[in-house]
């Protein structure tokens, strides 16, 4: 895998990493009131659901990838689920009071638990949400053909959107605290306004990428 696609990925992984919700919360609370071991158990959870979602993603698209990689055109399927995805991101409803409730349904009480049953919560957590599966939908159906469904290569570039997530929710967990502070109803609103815009942003232009030549789309990045 090149540099511009290690890249690629690697910023993938760390702004999913910062996408709103229950998982981003969870995280920062079991770092404070249960330590970094028990955040780091609980995000290994949570990141073996992403990969969970990456193979069904994957193995229940493979025929859609074939007909993708012979008619590019049809990259307009994976634009078009990630615009939805970030449309939705961005026009969330969700009012300040409901980011305060939401903070406080996830109070996690300070008692100990095993790693393993972190690890289990952080697993369904995630994979119970749809959402999820859709980004990673629309990224597999984009990927995929872009990489000339080379299976070494597809497996490296979303190994490496793994990694960029597993480093910056590492950071998370040793900042739990100064973020769990910053995280007021206002920036919740307003980074999840940001994630929706950058969606749409790139669900538009793999949208474009179907129909311009790559050599014109190369010539328009540089």
Known sequence: ???YNF???????????FMIGPVFFMLIQTSILKGARAAIAFD???????ISFILIAYYGSRSLLEKIKDDPRLFFIGGLVLIIYGL?????????????????????PVVKSSYIKLLIKGYFLNFINIGVLAFWLGTVLVIGPTLNMNPTSIFWYFATIILGYA?????????AKQLKSKMTPLVIYRVKRVMGIILIICGVFLILKGFIPNDKIDELIL
Not at 88 to 108: G, L, P, S, V
């Open 7 to 17: 890249k690629n990925a690697f910023l993938i992984g760390f702004f999913m990493a």
């Open 167 to 175: 480093v910056t929710d590492l950071g998370k967990i040793l900042l």
């Open 1 to 3: 895998m090149d540099i």
């Open 44 to 50: 290994i959870g949570v990141l073996l659901g992403d």
């Open 88 to 108: 939705i991101t961005y026009f969330d409803k969700q009012n300040k009071k409901e980011a305060i409730e939401t903070t406080k349904t996830i109070e996690i």
